[in-house]
């Protein structure tokens, strides 16, 4: 027996493969009657980097500067976010009914995928892949094979089909 479907992870890179990604959460939400939670992840300043930065840097507040910054970066994406699935909503897909949250959160990609998908309760994983290079058939893109191989939820992973598509964050 499958298990019922009732709520989606749909995580996103803001790239325009997960944005296509996004419509198969969509269509597989108002097939199940299930809750989109929306996930975009913004991955931490490198120890390396803070460290280059404080040899050259003269300010001591720099990183409470870069902090703030993250912050205000966290509250345009989902911004963004919303005005994506607005926008998505006028063209047919009711979106806005099913999202129930967007979450922006710092750290790493997939620790943040797998920590979400058990916080909210959620029943699969959908993600675009980007299939970059002339090895495209044989390997998945880092994080989407990664969340494949350590969780035990369904994960759905979705190519960039080879036409054009409709649908992009860009435009927001």
Not at 27 to 39: G, N, P
Request: net charge neutral; hydrophobic share 40%; with cysteine.
């Amino acid at each position: 027996m499958i298990p019922q479907i009732k709520k989606i992870l749909y995580a996103t890179d803001l790239s325009k493969n997960s944005a296509y990604a996004f419509r198969y959460a969509v269509d597989m939400a108002q097939r199940r009657d299930a809750k989109i939670v929306i996930l975009h992840v913004i991955e931490p300043i490198p120890p390396s980097v803070k460290h280059q930065v404080s040899m050259y840097v003269d300010d001591a507040k720099w990183e409470e500067k870069i902090q703030y910054e993250q912050e205000r970066s966290i509250d345009r994406i989902k911004k963004r976010l919303e005005e994506f699935c607005k926008r998505e909503s006028q063209n047919g897909a009711p979106c806005l009914d099913l999202v129930s949250a967007i979450l922006v959160r710092l750290g790493h990609p997939i620790e943040e995928i797998l920590k979400v998908a058990d916080e909210e309760v959620c029943d699969v994983i959908i993600l675009g892949t980007h299939g970059k290079g002339f090895l495209k058939q044989t390997f998945l893109g880092s994080v989407a094979r990664s969340v494949l191989d350590r969780t035990r939820k369904p994960v759905f992973i979705i190519p960039l089909p080879h036409g054009e598509t409709d649908i992009s964050f860009e435009e927001i």
